[in-house]
């Protein structure tokens, strides 16, 4: 289904291609986290130069919103699980989705960073709790992040300009 959404939304050109190839990526990762709880390297570094070589035609974005993107893709993850392992002493997720999101950033530029991380963790607790509560888990049960960064990476591609416009509004309102 989301092939011909993407097929139907970009047409026939380069957006249709990347789209598709970006599409089959995530939904692989996703399955692969929720399995392995990993995101493997082979399949999340070359997402991200996929994405930067993309965007040196900037099929997306332009190339130095893409390495901006990925930066503050990979930091800002980076930034967060250093910040819950300083106060808890434990890893709150793992370097895989670092990459994932920087992938993402290469993909979309980085002024979509802030709304991909807003749509994944507020979909990753929403859903966390209701999964945890049906299957009587405890809160310490390690939950995968990467299936809902790749959601939010689908959002992006198919809703980014509406989910952008409307996420601006309510920011500067």
């Known amino acids: 289904m989301l ?18 190839i970006l599409i089959w990526m995530l939904i692989a990762l996703a399955g692969i986290d929720i399995d392995t709880q990993l995101l493997p390297d082979s399949m999340t570094l070359p997402l991200l130069w996929l994405g930067l070589g993309v965007n040196l035609f900037a099929v997306w974005t332009p190339l130095p919103s893409a390495v901006m993107g990925a930066m503050l893709g990979y930091g800002s993850l980076w930034g967060v699980y250093w910040l819950f392992k300083l106060i808890t002493g434990k890893e709150g997720m793992g370097y895989g989705d ?14 979509a960073i802030p709304l991909m991380i807003l749509l994944s963790s507020f979909v990753g607790a929403v859903l966390g709790i209701v999964i945890l509560m049906a299957r009587r888990q405890g809160r310490d049960t390690p939950m995968p992040f990467g299936p809902y960064l790749a959601g939010a990476g689908l959002l992006t591609l198919f809703f980014g300009d509406i989910l952008m416009t409307e996420y601006l509004q309510l920011v500067t309102h």
């Not at 011909?4 to 957006?15: D, K, N, R, S, V």
């Not at 670092?98 to 002024?111: E, H, I, N, T, V």
């Open 98 to 111: 670092f990459k994932l999101l920087a992938a993402l950033g290469a993909w979309f530029g980085w002024q």
């Open 3 to 20: 092939s011909g959404l993407a097929a139907w939304q970009f047409g026939f050109g380069p957006e249709a291609l990347t789209a598709l």
